[in-house]
């Protein structure tokens, strides 16, 4: 171990996981640069779910105190009929192993790890394109999100395959328990839930065959929003009628990147692993990535880290991709599951979420440990 300290890092991307990374390479000796194209850390209005498997790593990086000021403790799940607007059941997300279950505004959190990394030493320079390094000692790390120049580098030019979907994402002035609600409807959906400062989050989700754009910066029409869940229940629509600006992005698969690193280059979240968002684990992962790379680079290796990731995200994004099926269902289908929900929260609600402990206990921390010099932020 000790192989990074004072080795010159190059971050491509300055996101959730690129600000993640950079940390957890600076915490080792690297002396690290954030290169980000924008010319500020922003983010179009848009909340983020951390989970416990996420959080362990910001807890390890020191980052807990100044998340509890920015963020809400989730309370519950519950899955809830876009129709009727009756609650199916309730899973307690306050039981569940390890750091608490957060929701907090995307440019909440990037702030916190800006903040962090700024006293971290570590350079971010905002405003600047990447060009590729020819130093050999030089490691770069691609944190460019889905349409990444690191990873065309490592693996060549990607596919990806419209899924049949598109969603909406805005963020209005509500006050509302800290839950997390899904609206499920034939062929739609809606995820809801609470950020500080008075607000909270939608997502939104139908099927539809005409292709959509990738990428949140695509205005749309509020009133498209709220026709496609006209047939749905009040409380709902009273969400939706308070909308006044919304965007819209096509859903795309991307395939998992076969190579994850190449020489001095290494990728992550998801510039490697691109998941769809129903799962909540995009932002998750790549907080999970940057811990096990750090560790990994100053030890073990580049293979080591793809050794132990690939096979997780796969999980992961295999059962993002089965929650967009069974946030849809229609028919007989619908009416099946919507009673197997009932029946398992009237009965046994912590096995719903027991199911889920390969994801949500998972610690890479105790896996790939070192001792971080917390930022005291």
């Not at 996420?54 to 519950?78: E, F, K, M, N, T």
């Not at 969603?167 to 409807?185: E, F, G, Y």
């Not at 909308?243 to 979240?269: C, K, S, Y």
């Amino acid at each position: 171990m000790g192989l990074l300290r004072g080795r010159p890092v190059t971050v491509v991307g300055g996101g959730i996981g690129g600000l993640t990374v950079a940390l957890c390479l600076a915490q080792r000796g690297a002396r690290v640069t954030v290169l980000e194209r924008a010319a500020a850390f922003t983010d179009i209005g848009a909340g983020v779910q951390i989970t416990p498997n996420g959080a362990v790593v910001l807890a390890a990086l020191g980052l807990s105190p100044a998340l509890d000021r920015s963020s809400i403790r989730a309370q519950a799940v519950c899955p809830t009929d876009a129709l009727t607007g009756r609650q199916l059941a309730r899973f307690d997300l306050t039981k569940l192993r390890g750091e608490p279950y957060r929701f907090i505004h995307r440019a909440d959190l990037i702030d916190v790890l800006a903040v962090a990394c700024a006293a971290a030493g570590i350079d971010l320079r905002l405003g600047v394109m990447y060009e590729p390094l020819l130093l050999t000692d030089h490691l770069t790390i691609g944190a460019d999100g889905l349409h990444s120049v690191i990873r065309s580098m490592v693996n060549g030019p990607a596919t990806q395959i419209f899924t049949g979907q598109v969603a909406w994402r805005t963020v209005i002035r509500a006050d509302a328990p800290a839950v997390a609600r899904i609206w499920m409807a034939p062929g739609r959906h809606v995820v809801t839930y609470p950020l500080a400062g008075g607000m909270l989050n939608i997502v939104a989700v139908r099927e539809q065959a005409d292709w959509a754009a990738e990428g949140w910066s695509h205005p749309a029409d509020p009133d498209t929003l709220r026709a496609t869940f006209a047939d749905c229940g009040a409380d709902l629509q009273n969400i939706l009628n308070g909308v006044t600006e919304t965007r819209l992005w096509g859903l795309f698969r991307h395939a998992v990147a076969p190579i994850w690193h190449r020489g001095n280059a290494a990728l992550l979240g998801d510039a490697a692993h691109p998941t769809l968002p129903f799962l909540a684990q995009g932002a998750n992962l790549a907080i999970e990535d940057a811990w096990v790379l750090a560790a990994c680079a100053d030890g073990p290796g580049l293979a080591a880290y793809q050794a132990a990731r690939r096979p997780r995200v796969i999980r992961a994004i295999a059962a993002a991709n089965a929650n967009a099926r069974n946030y849809h269902l229609g028919g007989l289908q619908r009416s099946v599951a919507h009673t197997g929900l009932r029946l398992i929260g009237a009965v046994a609600p912590g096995m719903f979420l027991r199911r889920l402990d390969w994801l949500y206990a998972h610690d890479v921390t105790q896996s790939y440990a070192f001792n971080a010099i917390h930022t005291g932020t």
